[in-house]
């Protein structure tokens, strides 16, 4: 279902992003104007862990003291991110790497403006990781080769570093069955017996791990050294348009992402306000790192592991994207 | 009897919940993923404890009501037009068709094209998917009305807009009540559809959002809500139903000649 979704989300995309019409035009001048020195700024996000840092910035005056007011929506996964931007229903959204390069290199105009997530470059402990259930016989990653793993998106971000996990540990990542399944079905499908494995992100990776689970790889730590997994990022013609704007959303950001580094515990305060995960398991949740830049090199390593894995029509320009 | 089937109902209801309770507490399923009735409960009150509960079902019936409100008001207006106009009919005809089967998801990113993720997009969904409901019902209706009576009118010399008012809309009511009464309930599920899919505003976003929490219990006190609140749309499409055909024989009854 999910991936019908995206596969029409991406063809209505190819359509408006050749015949820009006139509702996007409006759309990006109507919310970009500012009114008494702020500009209000729509922000699409997903209400999870990874976006703490903006809700903490906001609360500390960091967009507001740069005559920025957001206006956070929410959706629900990012297939309504990337339309919702280059349509400029949203002025600045939040998605995975992976996802903004398939965008780029299919045309669709989109510009990274900040850092959003990385690993936390630690084996073991990390935000994601593929998981066993107890007493599995399943140890690295290479046993993975025949067996049913499910990851929330099939040719994808997860999809690339689990191959690349199978494939450092000496197997061979086309023997893997990948199975589509949203994160927050990994616990019980892994419990369940109907999953071998799962390549789950916090907080399904704390229920997994709460129950016996096993953590056997850390994919996005195989895939660099503290590899980029998401960024924040603006429709092209917003950046041109707007450069003051972005510039200030990319210094408030910074600053937002800095804080949250060194702040976690107030990081994981405010990820109680936008989020239900229960007390118990937002403590055990593995926080993402939030550095101030995007690592190159890894973005880099993922737009080369996701042509391998045939994921783009054509080559990426990663300098393009990046900002 | 109106009060042997609620109490009937209830029974029912009572027997649901105390199975719910006591598979998982047998171990039958995992609590984690199916927590027993109490703990539903508690999260339900919970749930009606915070401001922010009731914002989202004000979101929820907002898009509901305005979704079906253009809905019902295109689907008679439109559905009336084209079976008054002969040439309409056949101009429509296949365009409906064709139009009616597409699935209102099939539409969402078409909706986060255009509005993003907001209440527009829900009732764009909302609006396309209970409009086909009424509007089919519409032409049927008209199509039911008795060619005698018609004619008996036109020999009176009633005018079209008279015809529209004293032979076609009698006829056509009982059909475009119950048009009505889908609609209303499809235009819950589109509503809250819309919103766990796109995001928009509502009990569905915040059932999305406790489902990427793994809060459980949370979750399934949402969905008992939307359950709910299907329920309660039920019995008030039925009893604005009954009011407004209380002259009509599938309500009033067969009186004994």
């Given at each position: 279902m999910?991936?019908?979704?995206?596969?029409?989300?991406?063809?209505?995309?190819?359509?408006?992003?050749?015949?820009?019409?006139?509702?996007?035009?409006?759309?990006?001048?109507?919310?970009?104007?500012?009114?008494?020195?702020?500009?209000?700024?729509?922000?699409?996000?997903?209400?999870?862990?990874?976006?703490?840092?903006?809700?903490?910035?906001?609360?500390?005056?960091?967009?507001?003291?740069?005559?920025?007011?957001l206006?956070?929506?929410?959706?629900?996964?990012?297939?309504?991110?990337?339309?919702?931007?280059?349509?400029?229903?949203?002025?600045?959204?939040?998605?995975?790497?992976?996802?903004l390069?398939?965008?780029?290199?299919?045309?669709?105009p989109?510009?990274?403006?900040?850092?959003?997530?990385?690993?936390t470059?630690?084996?073991?402990?990390?935000?994601?990781?593929?998981?066993?259930?107890?007493?599995?016989?399943?140890?690295?990653?290479?046993?993975?080769?025949?067996?049913?793993v499910?990851?929330?998106?099939?040719?994808?971000i997860?999809?690339?570093?689990?191959?690349?996990?199978?494939?450092?540990?000496?197997?061979?990542?086309?023997?893997?069955?990948f199975?589509?399944?949203?994160?927050?079905?990994?616990?019980?499908?892994?419990?369940?017996?109907?999953?071998d494995?799962?390549c789950?992100?916090?907080?399904a990776?704390?229920?997994?791990?709460?129950?016996?689970?096993?953590?056997?790889?850390?994919?996005?730590?195989?895939?660099?050294?503290?590899?980029t997994?998401?960024?924040?990022?603006?429709?092209?013609?917003?950046?041109?348009?707007?450069?003051?704007?972005?510039?200030?959303?990319?210094?408030?950001?910074?600053?937002?992402?800095?804080?949250?580094?060194?702040?976690?515990?107030?990081?994981?305060?405010?990820?109680?306000?936008?989020?239900?995960?229960?007390?118990?398991?937002?403590?055990?949740?593995?926080?993402?790192?939030?550095?101030?830049?995007?690592n190159?090199?890894?973005?880099?390593?993922?737009?080369?592991?996701?042509?391998?894995?045939?994921?783009?029509?054509?080559?990426?320009?990663?300098?393009?994207?990046?900002? | 009897?109106?009060?042997?089937?609620?109490a009937?109902?209830?029974?029912?209801l009572?027997?649901?919940?105390?199975?719910?309770?006591?598979?998982?507490?047998?171990?039958?399923?995992?609590?984690?993923?199916?927590?027993?009735?109490?703990?539903?409960?508690?999260?339900?009150?919970?749930?009606?404890s915070?401001?922010?509960f009731?914002?989202?079902?004000?979101?929820?019936?907002?898009?509901?009501?305005?979704?079906?409100?253009?809905?019902?008001?295109?689907?008679?207006?439109?559905?009336?037009a084209?079976?008054?106009?002969p040439?309409?009919?056949?101009?429509?005809a296949?365009?409906?068709?064709?139009?009616?089967?597409?699935?209102?998801?099939?539409?969402?990113?078409?909706?986060?094209?255009?509005?993003?993720?907001?209440?527009?997009?829900?009732?764009?969904?909302?609006?396309?998917?209970?409009?086909?409901?009424?509007?089919?019902?519409t032409?049927?209706?008209?199509?039911?009305?008795?060619?005698v009576?018609?004619?008996t009118?036109?020999?009176?010399?009633?005018?079209?807009?008279?015809?529209?008012?004293?032979?076609?809309?009698?006829?056509?009511?009982?059909?475009?009540?119950?048009?009505?009464?889908?609609?209303?309930?499809?235009?819950?599920?589109?509503?809250?559809?819309?919103?766990?899919?796109?995001?928009?505003?509502?009990?569905?976003?915040?059932?999305?959002v406790?489902?990427?929490?793994?809060?459980?219990?949370?979750?399934?006190?949402l969905?008992?809500?939307?359950?709910?609140?299907?329920?309660?749309?039920n019995?008030?499409?039925?009893?604005?139903?009954?009011?407004?055909?209380?002259?009509?024989?599938?309500?009033?009854?067969?009186v004994?000649?």
């Open positions: 999910r991936r019908l979704l995206v596969a029409l989300a991406a063809g209505a995309l190819v359509v408006t992003a050749s015949a820009c019409g006139s509702s996007g035009d409006s759309g990006a001048s109507d919310s970009g104007s500012s009114s008494g020195g702020t500009t209000t700024v729509k922000l699409g996000l997903i209400p999870i862990v990874d976006v703490a840092p903006v809700y903490l910035g906001q609360k500390k005056g960091f967009y507001g003291k740069r005559g920025l007011k206006e956070i929506s929410t959706a629900s996964g990012g297939a309504a991110i990337v339309p919702g931007v280059a349509s400029g229903q949203f002025q600045f959204g939040f998605s995975n790497v992976t996802s390069l398939i965008a780029q290199s299919s045309g669709v989109v510009k990274a403006v900040s850092n959003g997530i990385a690993s470059g630690v084996a073991g402990k990390d935000f994601a990781a593929i998981a066993v259930k107890r007493g599995s016989s399943i140890k690295s990653a290479k046993d993975l080769e025949g067996k049913k499910a990851i929330n998106t099939l040719k994808n997860n999809e690339s570093a689990v191959r690349e996990s199978v494939r450092k540990d000496g197997g061979d990542p086309d023997k893997v069955k199975v589509e399944l949203a994160f927050d079905q990994m616990p019980a499908a892994l419990d369940g017996g109907q999953v494995a799962a789950a992100v916090e907080p990776l704390a229920t997994i791990k709460s129950q016996g689970g096993q953590v056997i790889a850390s994919p996005m730590v195989d895939v660099a050294q503290g590899t997994v998401a960024m924040y990022f603006t429709s092209t013609r917003y950046q041109q348009q707007n450069a003051d704007v972005v510039k200030k959303f990319q210094e408030a950001t910074a600053e937002s992402l800095a804080y949250a580094d060194a702040h976690p515990d107030e990081a994981r305060q405010v990820i109680t306000t936008y989020t239900k995960i229960p007390a118990s398991v937002l403590a055990q949740v593995t926080l993402p790192k939030w550095p101030a830049e995007p190159k090199e890894s973005i880099e390593a993922l737009a080369k592991l996701g042509e391998e894995d045939g994921f783009f029509k054509k080559t990426p320009d990663v300098d393009a994207l990046l900002p | 009897m109106r009060l042997q089937n609620a009937l109902g209830a029974a029912g009572a027997a649901f919940l105390a199975l719910g309770e006591v598979v998982p507490r047998l171990g039958l399923v995992k609590e984690e993923y199916f927590p027993p009735t109490s703990r539903i409960a508690s999260a339900f009150a919970d749930e009606l915070d401001g922010s009731w914002t989202a079902l004000g979101d929820t019936l907002t898009g509901w009501a305005l979704g079906l409100a253009i809905a019902v008001s295109a689907g008679i207006v439109i559905g009336v084209v079976s008054v106009v040439y309409l009919r056949e101009a429509t296949s365009t409906i068709e064709f139009l009616r089967p597409i699935p209102s998801v099939a539409l969402i990113p078409l909706a986060v094209l255009l509005y993003g993720s907001e209440l527009r997009s829900v009732l764009l969904l909302v609006v396309y998917a209970s409009f086909w409901q009424v509007l089919i019902q032409l049927y209706g008209v199509q039911d009305v008795d060619p009576a018609d004619e009118a036109r020999s009176y010399g009633l005018g079209t807009w008279a015809r529209i008012r004293h032979v076609l809309w009698p006829t056509a009511l009982p059909y475009v009540m119950t048009g009505v009464r889908l609609a209303a309930a499809v235009a819950l599920i589109l509503a809250i559809t819309g919103e766990l899919v796109i995001g928009a505003p509502g009990l569905g976003a915040r059932i999305a406790a489902q990427n929490s793994q809060a459980v219990p949370e979750m399934y006190a969905i008992v809500v939307t359950g709910l609140l299907g329920l309660l749309i019995v008030g499409a039925r009893t604005v139903e009954r009011r407004a055909l209380a002259w009509h024989q599938s309500v009033r009854g067969e004994a000649v």
